[in-house]
């Protein structure tokens, strides 16, 4: 045990993390269970250690990080683990990568039941359906999900400010005075394109090429988390990655031809429809539909899940329409619903708001229509319904 604790003390006392993500102030910590899910690369074991951080002295014993990847726990169970600590005083335990160890949502019920003054605070993949698919932790798991930076993260970060996150509401109704508020601190168009091309995981402030690692972390959704979690063959990954790459190259333009695509790698078009969603569970891709429609119909789009994987695949073909849609529906994804729009708008979110994205310098050979909303690039200010695009990266 004493050897838990002294990582436990290493990695709190070396822990980076100049930014206080959103997620910490939106959780409810005094439930006993909670469930952080998120995809590679978010910064999720940064975020338990934070909070192991700014809730416990580093010599605390009452609280612990452990992560399953340590091969004690090939022969040890959670339950087992989680009942000494707690015996010793724990009562705060921090568990990451919790899928790695066989029979996971059992252990956590048995804590559960067995120790009531215990904590549990655990990471996973986004790929797992903790509810949907662990019966056994139906009613006790509050579940939220760690998304990569947004756009306010990544300014705060880069210069120092404190900016808060606006509701859809206020950016839609109070676009200029917020933009007013904003403006003489920081330009947000200096920062802009580089969020879009490497801003929205946290480690592009590591010392290492952003891409190569983001292909890595890439690789590692669809190896480990996708293979591993759904229990599929390895001899399927190379379908999966094929498939993955074919959208990409395809762009977002038009509705994904399943029949094709099953042609391509070899397989069933349910099977495609099965593999499109394990890639969205993976936060790779996000599925557009129209109004009314969801899974397991035919979606309308198939886009990238956020603006960065969209360099990192193919580099020479990013279209910057294609790349400032991509950041709209990343940035509205967290808390509300995207569906493609008529032939007015690009999209319509939560059912009745229409938007259209547009390049703020061709704008004005546009016709405008009163009931529509136009996000609009290459600004940093916007007038009534026309809004600076960026300002969307501040809902969250």
């Not at 808390?335 to 493609?340: C, E, R, W, Y």
């Not at 996000?375 to 600076?388: A, C, D, F, H, S």
Request: charged residues 25%; contains cysteine; positive net charge.
């Amino acid at each position: 045990m004493e050897a838990f604790f002294r990582t436990h003390r290493y990695l709190v006392e070396h822990v980076n993390a100049p930014v206080r993500r959103t997620l910490m102030d939106e959780i409810d910590w005094t439930d006993r269970m909670i469930g952080i899910k998120g995809t590679r690369g978010v910064g999720k074991t940064t975020f338990l250690l934070q909070y192991a951080k700014q809730h416990f002295d580093v010599q605390d014993k009452q609280c612990l990080y452990i992560n399953m990847n340590n091969f004690y726990f090939q022969g040890h169970g959670i339950s087992e683990f989680a009942g000494e600590f707690y015996h010793h005083g724990g009562r705060v335990l921090l568990i990451d990568q919790v899928f790695k160890q066989p029979d996971w949502c059992n252990e956590l019920r048995k804590c559960y039941d067995l120790y009531p003054n215990l904590k549990i605070v655990f990471t996973g993949s986004s790929v797992m359906r903790l509810k949907e698919e662990n019966p056994e932790l139906n009613g006790i798991v509050k579940s939220y999900n760690l998304r990569g930076f947004s756009f306010r993260e990544f300014i705060n970060l880069l210069t120092g400010n404190d900016f808060r996150a606006y509701t859809l509401e206020e950016i839609l109704t109070d676009h200029e005075r917020i933009a007013r508020l904003i403006l003489p601190k920081v330009s947000p168009n200096r920062y802009f394109q580089d969020y879009i091309h490497h801003g929205f995981y946290p480690f592009f402030q590591e010392q290492r090429n952003y891409s190569e690692n983001l292909l890595k972390t890439m690789n590692m959704m669809t190896e480990v988390d996708i293979l591993l979690i759904k229990q599929i063959e390895l001899k399927y990954l190379t379908k999966i990655k094929k498939l993955f790459y074919q959208i990409a190259e395809d762009g977002s333009k038009k509705s994904p031809n399943v029949s094709k695509l099953a042609h391509d790698i070899e397989t069933s078009r349910a099977t495609v429809m099965n593999y499109i969603k394990y890639l969205t569970d993976a936060r790779l891709l996000n599925l557009i539909y129209p109004v009314g429609e969801n899974f397991p119909k035919k979606p309308a789009k198939v886009m990238l899940h956020n603006s960065n994987l969209l360099y990192a695949i193919y580099p020479i073909q990013v279209e910057k329409q294609e790349a400032m849609e991509t950041f709209f529906v990343n940035s509205l994804w967290k808390d509300h619903k995207v569906n493609t729009g008529g032939r007015d708008c690009h999209f319509i979110v939560d059912g009745n708001l229409k938007f259209k994205i547009t390049d703020a310098q061709a704008l004005g050979k546009q016709r405008i229509q009163p009931d529509v909303y136009y996000t609009r690039y290459n600004t940093e200010v916007g007038k009534g319904k026309l809004i600076p695009l960026w300002l969307l990266g501040f809902l969250y």
